[in-house]
């Protein structure tokens, strides 16, 4: 049974910090490009931040660069995003996904938590 629970998200301050956890289970996570993901009420989810397994190269949306930090680790098969000096436009649900590396096409998601930046 396919697994990703994601944690760590609540509400912090601006200027804070969070860290994101994902647990996955199921499958072999070694395989997978993993990526993190946000969504707020009435808009279409966008993509966060990616690492590949191979070489561990990651990607940024603009908005995050040089404030979040994407990792993982295939021996414990989970997956992390830090994010500091949080702004209220990060408030959002935060999804962890899993991709197929050689299809695609096979995507896994997890439930999403809550991420809120607000004073």
């Known amino acids: 049974q396919v697994q990703l629970v994601e944690s760590g998200g609540g509400l912090v301050q601006p200027g804070g910090s969070l860290r994101l956890s994902c647990a996955a289970s199921g499958f072999t996570f070694s395989r997978y490009t993993m990526s993190w993901h946000r969504q707020v009420p009435g808009k279409e989810r966008e993509l966060v931040a990616s690492?590949?397994?191979?070489?561990?190269?990651?990607n940024y949306a603009d908005s995050v660069k040089g404030r979040f930090t994407i990792s993982r680790d295939n021996a414990k098969n989970t997956m992390s995003l830090q994010m500091n000096r949080l702004k209220p436009d990060d408030t959002a649900v935060y999804y962890c996904?899993?991709?197929?590396?050689?299809?695609?096409?096979?995507?896994?998601w997890g439930q999403g938590t809550q991420v809120t930046v607000s004073s």
């Open positions: 690492i590949l397994s191979f070489d561990g190269s990651t």
């Open positions: 996904k899993a991709a197929l590396r050689m299809d695609p096409r096979i995507v896994y």
